[in-house]
């Protein structure tokens, strides 16, 4: 049988004494793509930060590659965009940014070399912002920042990426280019992808499957199963209607059943 990418078992996470993850169990396969929804305070980017070995579990098994987190950290198996990162913070240029994230591999920002560099302009190659490697990143625009966040995570080469809302404050169009780019890692590099996201009538189309998750995990499966709007009125805790944006034609369709 197939070791799983990332393998969670009956995992309770607590958190100054609330229970922030309740007995979930999810298992997701080596090169799968999945999208990750559920309100505000949930408990999505305290999963991820599970996965990574940052929270405990108090009850259950996490495994990522058949390593524990922090062995699949230290090994650079697992590349990580968090949820906000100010762009005041990082006075560099893209290339540098990228650089940022050897420290998966190098322990000192002076341990740089000819290597080091060569890999993040090849992650840069890879999300089509090579020609910008020279800006400063606090002058890119929301999409291209975005583009080079995801190149740092990918300059360790790592074989899972995690994303936490990686399209905030990014309008449609660059979210769909994004989605896309994800897509085809996902395929040419057999990325296994987790990722955080509000946008489920979008990420519907470019997943393989999506997890519903308000402390506890509510639903897993295929992308379309999650648009039941009894299923999300569950995981909200209000009625909901699924605006769901087709890339191939203009507009949105408010969805009130489980399929259009």
């Known amino acids: 049988m197939a070791v799983p990418a990332v393998s969670l078992e009956g995992i309770t ?52 590659m058949g390593h524990s987190p922090k062995t699949a950290v230290r090994k650079g198996l697992v590349g990580y965009l968090p949820q906000r990162m100010d762009a005041r913070i990082f006075p560099l240029s893209a290339l540098e940014v990228v650089m940022l994230g050897e420290c998966n591999r190098s322990n000192f920002f002076r341990s740089f070399g000819a290597r080091h560099r060569n890999d993040a302009v090849e992650a840069l190659e890879m999300v089509d912002m090579a020609e910008k490697a020279h800006e400063p990143f606090p002058c890119l625009s929301g999409g291209e920042q975005q583009r080079v966040l995801v190149a740092m995570a990918l300059a360790s080469k790592p074989r899972i ?23 085809g890692f996902k395929e040419t590099l057999g990325l296994t992808i987790l990722m955080v996201t509000h946008d489920v009538g979008v990420i519907s189309h ?4 999506i997890a519903c998750l308000n402390v506890t995990l509510h639903y897993a499966g ?14 909200y805790g209000e009625p909901v209607d699924v605006f769901v944006h087709h890339p191939q034609c203009e507009g949105c369709h408010v969805l009130k059943g489980l399929k259009e």
């Open 13 to 64: 996470v607590v958190f100054n004494g609330k229970t922030i993850l309740d007995r979930v169990t999810l298992q997701v396969g080596k090169g799968e793509f999945w999208g990750i929804i559920g309100p505000n305070g949930g408990g999505k980017t305290s999963l991820l930060r599970t996965v990574l070995g940052i929270l405990r579990p108090k009850e259950g098994k996490v495994s990522i």
């Open 161 to 183: 990426l995690l994303l936490d809302e990686p399209n905030t404050g990014v309008d449609m169009v660059a979210q769909e280019g994004f989605y896309q780019v994800m897509k």
């Open 206 to 209: 470019f997943v393989d499957h």
């Open 222 to 235: 295929d992308p379309w199963g999650a648009l039941d709007c009894h299923l999300l009125e569950d995981l």
